[in-house]
């Protein structure tokens, strides 16, 4: 397999693996209680992991402004300190927080604000420019993502950012953003267990790079949660909101852990962990694909980056997936 892959038709090159940058922003929460990171985290811990994963061969990492409220880009910025030029940066904006008190307040798509939200970024992540800067609002309303796209092309014009992206589920909405001249691709939820035909036809039609979120189905896909186990208070899934599938409030939901079960087999051929065989599966379903999973250690960036050498998953493989899920 081609490790490397190209952002859409900007001739950036990433990993095609890419590392997601959500967890290591540590605990925050929305206004009213709701946890919105993943529990607490050892920042000096999460420093060593992007090091040691820019040792691996992992170039391509992505946050946004609000992860932590604005504490994963200081840690990342951190991380990379020099060695920033060897690395494509991706985050976003669109959501409104308190740093202090590490709380979302709310949501702007307003031109002033993603001016604003862009300047923070770059002081945060210690940086003269983005590579990737992605509209966060997936249901933003269209013709005000047409305004911010012709505004993210000013920000090419300006060296401020290189390309931009919409983190979406909706093709129609992704479409919007790849008419514009410099739009890389889209970010959307994808894995194993939650295919997504529409968007990868799309980025194939459009010629859009990939960014899988969730690769790993919130850490269903790594084969460590069990049913009935509990999650520390300050991780989003132990009060899973509405959107995420696969949790409900005493953990795990069973049926999807028996879904993992029964792909077990087939995605740790080769000698691959249930985690790496799930990053090969995206691999095999697009070539377009940079999946981007979550990590908070040095051993999970270990094995996480060790899905590379061993490459994507066969046709028949893939083919022996639907069959076990019945698509």
């Known amino acids: 397999m081609e490790t490397k892959r190209t952002l859409g038709r900007t001739g950036i090159g990433v990993s095609a693996l890419g590392f997601g940058c959500w967890a290591i922003g540590g605990e ?77 307040t709310g949501a702007d798509d307003t031109p002033e604000y993603a001016r604003r939200a862009l300047t923070a970024s770059l002081r945060r992540l210690d940086t003269d420019h983005i590579d990737l800067y992605q509209l966060h609002l997936s249901d933003a309303d269209p013709a005000r993502a047409a305004e911010l796209r012709d505004l993210c092309e000013e ?49 194939e039609e459009l010629e859009l790079a990939s960014i899988n979120r969730s690769p790993l189905a919130m850490g269903l896909l790594t084969g460590k949660r069990r049913s009935g186990q509990a999650l520390e208070a300050g991780d989003i899934r132990s009060r899973p909101p509405e959107w995420l599938q696969g949790f409900e ?55 996480n980056a060790g899905a590379l050498e061993k490459g994507a998953l066969t046709g028949e493989q893939l083919a022996e997936v639907d069959r076990i899920l019945e698509r």
Request: charged fraction near 25%; charge should be negative; hydrophobic fraction near 45%.
């Open 28 to 104: 925050w929460q929305s206004a009213d209680g709701q946890p919105l990171g993943w529990g607490r985290v050892d920042d000096e811990e999460s420093v060593r992991a992007v090091r040691r994963a820019l040792d691996l061969g992992v170039t391509f990492f992505d946050t946004a402004d609000t992860y932590g409220a604005g504490h994963s880009e200081r840690v990342l910025g951190r991380a990379l300190g020099k060695r920033r030029a060897d690395v494509v940066v991706a985050t976003k904006w669109g959501n409104v927080f308190d740093e202090e008190t590490r709380t979302l």
């Open 155 to 203: 920000f090419v014009r300006e060296g401020l950012i290189r390309a931009y992206a919409w983190s979406t589920d909706d093709p129609a909405r992704a479409a919007v953003f790849a008419r514009g001249e410099h739009c890389a691709a889209v970010q959307h939820m994808a894995n194993v267990l939650q295919d997504a035909p529409e968007m990868f036809a799309l980025c």
């Open 249 to 303: 409030d005493s953990g795990a939901d069973p049926r999807w852990l028996a879904r993992v079960d029964a792909l077990k087999d087939v995605l740790t051929s080769g000698g691959r962990t249930l985690g790496q065989g799930a990053l090969a599966w995206l691999w095999a379903r697009s070539p377009r694909a940079v999946p981007i999973p979550g990590f908070r250690s040095v051993a999970q960036a270990e094995q």
